[in-house]
């Protein structure tokens, strides 16, 4: 079983910058993509970024490429998210996701999802 782990998230306001990052217990061939899903209230869950551990190619959502960056530390097995110019409808829970494909953003790519954290934008 592989366990991923956020830290980072929080309060900001519109226009300002966060950073959440990820980190897995493990490589397994199921994480050798890892990435974010978020999830607004009343919202289904969203993909918003993936990568290749290894080679770091990425995969980010149209809605956030101009604002969103995701990198990775392969060595560490950390996967990390900087949101910048970050507006009220990003406000969300972050799910850290862990799969095979870095170009498949469907749910059920991702066999290993984290709790959380939650990121609150104020206008």
């Known amino acids: 079983q592989v366990q991923l782990v956020e830290s980072g998230g929080g309060l900001v306001q519109a226009g300002g910058s966060l950073r959440v990052s990820c980190v897995a217990s493990?490589?397994?061939?199921?994480?050798?993509?890892m990435g974010w899903f978020r999830q607004a209230p009343g919202k289904e869950r969203e993909f918003v970024a993936a990568?290749?551990?290894?080679?770091?190619?990425?995969n980010v959502a149209d809605s956030v490429k101009d604002r969103f960056t995701i990198s990775r530390d392969n060595d560490k097995n950390t996967v990390n998210l900087q949101m910048n110019r970050l507006k009220p409808e990003d406000t969300a829970v972050y799910y850290c996701?862990?799969?095979?494909?870095?170009?498949?953003?469907?749910?059920?790519?991702?066999?290993?999802w984290g709790q959380g954290t939650q990121v609150t934008v104020s206008s």
């Open positions: 996701v862990a799969g095979a494909r870095w170009d498949n953003q469907r749910l059920d790519n991702f066999m290993y």
């Open positions: 493990k490589r397994t061939s199921n994480t050798v993509t």
């Open positions: 990568i290749n551990m290894a080679v770091g190619l990425a």
